[in-house]
C-alpha cells in the first residue's frame, strides 16, 4: 500500500545515490525504484544462464511488483523464484500474496508448506486460522449492510487518507501530480504526495491545501477540530538522514489566518507519526506512531492540546492495539474505527471498530467484513457526518483499499449502509412456559504467552536474515502482577504459557533459559472493557529471547556519526536504549563495544576516531547506570572489514557497511 509505504520508509538513501545512472534492474531494485526494476529485470531474468540467479532476479521482480500493488505479476514471479530454489523468503511471499488475492485454499497449502520448510507451524497458525474464517465472510458477504462503489476522484495514481471539509467536499492525500526528475519521490517515480479537494470552488480551501503542500516532501492525511480552527496534518520530510521520519504537524487559525504549521511538541527523533484525526469533541486527537515503547508496531495512541502544546500521547490498551499494525484511527462518537493486520482478518490490513465504555475502557473489537474488507489493504474509514443522507440509509461515508477493482493502487471508495427490512416471522402459537433462570455471564480476560527464538537464515551468524520464530522448549517465566511478589509460571503442553488476567491490571514477565539473553514483557489489562458478546477475551504476547554468541560481533543498526566527529547522536540513542536494556535484564555478561570505519582515509586517523566512537557508546551507557567493569571500547579503524572490496572500486552501500558499530557477549 503506497499510503503506508510513504510512512514506513525513509525517504531518501541519499540524494547522491540516485543521480547515477542505473543500468541493471538488480541495482534499480537496491535502490528502491521499483518502477524501474520492473521494466529491466524480466529481460535480464530471460538472459541469465545460472538458475540460481534467476532466482535471485525473479524473487526481486516479486517484491518490485508486491511494492507497487501488482498482485497478480507478484504471485506469479515469487512462483518463479520458489521453483528456481530461492527458498523460504519466496514461498512467504507466494502465500501472503495468494491469501491477498484471497485464494484462501491455496494460500493455506502454502501456509502449511512454509511450516513444514522451516520447522515452525506456530509461525503461521494465525495464516491458516484467518483464512479459514475469512472463506466463511465471504459467503455471507451479501448479508452484509454495506454497499461500496469507487469514487469518481481516484486515478491511476495512489488516493488515499479521505477528511470531510465542512463544506460538504473531500480532502484527500494523492501523488497524482505532474513529474519532473527533481520532484519524482524514488520509490514510486511519481510526484511526492500532496493534499488536494474532490471538485472544490473554494478559494479559502484550496489556498489552505496549497499553503501546507510542499515540494520534496510527502503531506497527506489532514484533519480539523470540531469548531475548524486547529488543523493538524502528516508531513514526511528530511535533507540529513537523522530527519527522514514522518511528523504530525499542526496549525491554529488566529484572527483569520493560519499560523505557521509546527511538529507537534510530543515527537521523539527517529520515531514515525502518522494518520490523525480529531475526537469530534474537544482538542484530543488520535494518530498511529511506531514508537518502541508502543505494543509493537504501529499503535494507536491520544493526545490532548494544552496551553504549552500537545500532551504526552497515551498508549490505547491491548483490546485494540497488538503486536502489529494499527493505523488510520477515526472516531465516531464513541466509536473508534482503525484498521489492523494484528487482529484477525481477511488478508493485508482490515478495518475494525470498538466502543467507549465507561473509565477509558473499549470493547473487544469487530471485524466490518467484506464488502468494506477484503484480502488486500483496507483503511482510512470515516463517517460522513455533513452531506445528506437517504431516508434508507443509516450510516455513509469513505474509505480506502488497494484491491484491484478501482482506478489503480490505493483508491477511495464511498460506502452506504442500510437500514435492511424487518424479516417477516410468522408467530407460533402461544405456549406458556415457566421463565427459565438467567445464568450470569462470566468474563475472564486469558493471555498466552510464547517464550520464542528466531530462525536465522544462517544459524551460526547472529547478523544473518530471520526467517521466522520458533517457540523455545523448556524456557522459563516469571510474572509479577502489579506490586505483587513475583511468581513463576507453569508452561502447558504447548511450551507456551497460559494465565487468567485481573481486570485493571499491569503484567510483568521475565523469561529465560540457559545459552539465550533474558527478556522482559508486560502485559495491561487496563483499558479492556468487559463485553457480553465475547465474555472470555484471549490475548498472546510473544517474548523474543536471543541465542547467546560468545566472541561474535553483532551490528547494531542506526549508529551513526557526524563526519569527523564521535559524539552521540540522537537518532542513535533508541538503538543504545536497546543495548541498555538488554545489559539490564542480563546484570551478569559483559560486553566489548566496537567501532569500524571503512578503508578511506589514513590508517591512523580511523583507528583513532573509531576508538572515540566507541568509547563515546561505552560512556552513554555508563551514564545510563551499567558498570564500568562490564563494558570494554574498541576501535578497529578499517582492520576489520564486513566487505572486503578493493577501496576505489568499493559503492556507497558496501562503505556504509563498514562503517559500522557491534557488540559482542566477551564474558
Given amino acids: 500500500m503506497r499510503a503506508l509505504t510513504i510512512l514506513f520508509i525513509l525517504l531518501f538513501v541519499g540524494s547522491c545515490t540516485y543521480m547515477q545512472k542505473i543500468n541493471d534492474g538488480s541495482t534499480a531494485y537496491d535502490r528502491k525504484q521499483f518502477s524501474l526494476a520492473i521494466k529491466m529485470l524480466p529481460q535480464e531474468y530471460q538472459s541469465e544462464k545460472s538458475q540460481l540467479n534467476k532466482a535471485k532476479l525473479a524473487y526481486m521482480l516479486a517484491e518490485s511488483f508486491d511494492r507497487t500493488l501488482q498482485n497478480d505479476q507478484a504471485i506469479e514471479w515469487y ?33 502449511k508448506e512454509l511450516g513444514i520448510e522451516l520447522g515452525s507451524p506456530y509461525e503461521f497458525r494465525k495464516d491458516i486460522s484467518s483464512c479459514d474464517i475469512a472463506m466463511g465472510w465471504k459467503k455471507n458477504e451479501n448479508d452484509n449492510a454495506y454497499k461500496i462503489k469507487a469514487s469518481p476522484f481516484n486515478s491511476s495514481s495512489a488516493e488515499y487518507g479521505p477528511y470531510i471539509y465542512r463544506d460538504g467536499s473531500v480532502i484527500y492525500t494523492s501523488d497524482k501530480g505532474s513529474t519532473n526528475e527533481e520532484e519524482v519521490y524514488k520509490w514510486t517515480g511519481n510526484r511526492f504526495s500532496d493534499l488536494y479537494a474532490s471538485e472544490s470552488d473554494n478559494e479559502e480551501l484550496n489556498g489552505l491545501l496549497e ?40 496549525s491554529e487559525l488566529i484572527e483569520g489566518d493560519w499560523s505557521e504549521a509546527r511538529v507537534a511538541e510530543f515527537t521523539k527523533v527517529g520515531v514515525n507519526y502518522g494518520h490523525p484525526t480529531f475526537h469530534h469533541a474537544g482538542k484530543i486527537v488520535f494518530f498511529s506512531s511506531n514508537d518502541p515503547d508502543g505494543w509493537g508496531g504501529y499503535d494507536i495512541y491520544a493526545s490532548e492540546l494544552g496551553e504549552e502544546g500537545w500532551k504526552e500521547p497515551r498508549l490505547l490498551g491491548r483490546s485494540i492495539n497488538t503486536e502489529s499494525d494499527e493505523k488510520f484511527p477515526f472516531l465516531d462518537g464513541d466509536t473508534l474505527y482503525f484498521a489492523s493486520d494484528g487482529h484477525t482478518g481477511m488478508g493485508g490490513l482490515d478495518v475494525f471498530k470498538t466502543f467507549l465504555q465507561n473509565e477509558k475502557k473499549w470493547t473487544a473489537v469487530q471485524n466490518l467484513l467484506p464488502p468494506i474488507n477484503s484480502g488486500h489493504d483496507d483503511f482510512g474509514f470515516i463517517v460522513d457526518r455533513i452531506n445528506p443522507k437517504g431516508t434508507e440509509i443509516i450510516q455513509q461515508g469513505y474509505f480506502c483499499s488497494s484491491r484491484p477493482l478501482g482506478e489503480g493502487n490505493d483508491d477511495v471508495y464511498t460506502f452506504t449502509k442500510i437500514n435492511p427490512p424487518p424479516k417477516v416471522v410468522e408467530e407460533p402459537p402461544v405456549v406458556i412456559k415457566e421463565k427459565p433462570k438467567v445464568k450470569a455471564i462470566e468474563h475472564k480476560i486469558m493471555l498466552e504467552v510464547f517464550v520464542v527464538e528466531k530462525i536465522l537464515q544462517n544459524e551460526k551468524d547472529p547478523n544473518s536474515k530471520v526467517l521466522g520464530k520458533r517457540p523455545i522448549s523448556a524456557a522459563l517465566l516469571d510474572m509479577k502482577e502489579n506490586n505483587a511478589k513475583t511468581q513463576k509460571v507453569k508452561a502447558n503442553n504447548k511450551s507456551s504459557f497460559t494465565i487468567e488476567l485481573k481486570e485493571e491490571s499491569d503484567y510483568y514477565f521475565f523469561a529465560s533459559k540457559n545459552n539465550y539473553l533474558n527478556k522482559n514483557g508486560s502485559f495491561s489489562t487496563k483499558g479492556i472493557a468487559k463485553d457480553d458478546k465475547n465474555p472470555v477475551q484471549k490475548f498472546e504476547l510473544e517474548i523474543v529471547l536471543d541465542k547467546i554468541y560468545k566472541d561474535k560481533e553483532i551490528v547494531l543498526e542506526n549508529i551513526y556519526y557526524d563526519y569527523d566527529k564521535w559524539l552521540i547522536r540522537t537518532d542513535a540513542e533508541p538503538t543504545l536504549s536497546k543495548l541498555y536494556l538488554m545489559l539490564s535484564q542480563n546484570p551478569t555478561i559483559k560486553i566489548q563495544l566496537a567501532s569500524h570505519t571503512d578503508c578511506r582515509g589514513k590508517d591512523a586517523y580511523n583507528l583513532s576516531l573509531s576508538q572515540k566512537r566507541a568509547q563515546s557508546a561505552v560512556d552513554y551507557l555508563i551514564k545510563k547506570g551499567i558498570q564500568t567493569d562490564r563494558l570494554t571500547a574498541i576501535g578497529y579503524g578499517e582492520n576489520s572489514l564486513a566487505v572486503n572490496c578493493n577501496c576505489d572500486d568499493c559503492d556507497e552501500n558496501q562503505h556504509q557497511a563498514n562503517r559500522r558499530t557491534t557488540f559482542k557477549v566477551i564474558d
Avoid: V, W
Avoid at 82 to 98: F, M, P, Q, V
Avoid at 223 to 236: E, G, H, P, V, W
Fill in 211 to 250: 499553503s501546507i503542500n510542499t515540494p520534496n516532501n510527502n503531506e497527506g492525511t489532514l484533519s480539523f477540530n470540531k469548531s475548524q480552527d486547529l488543523m493538524i496534518f502528516t508531513r514526511c520530510s528530511g535533507e540529513d538522514k537523522a530527519d527522514h521520519f514522518c511528523k504530525l504537524y499542526y
Fill in 79 to 111: 512462483k518463479t523464484a520458489y521453483d528456481n530454489g530461492y527458498g523460504i523468503e519466496s514461498l512467504k511471499g507466494y502465500a501472503t500474496s495468494l491469501k491477498k488475492a484471497e485464494r484462501y485454499e491455496e494460500a493455506k497449502a502454502a501456509f
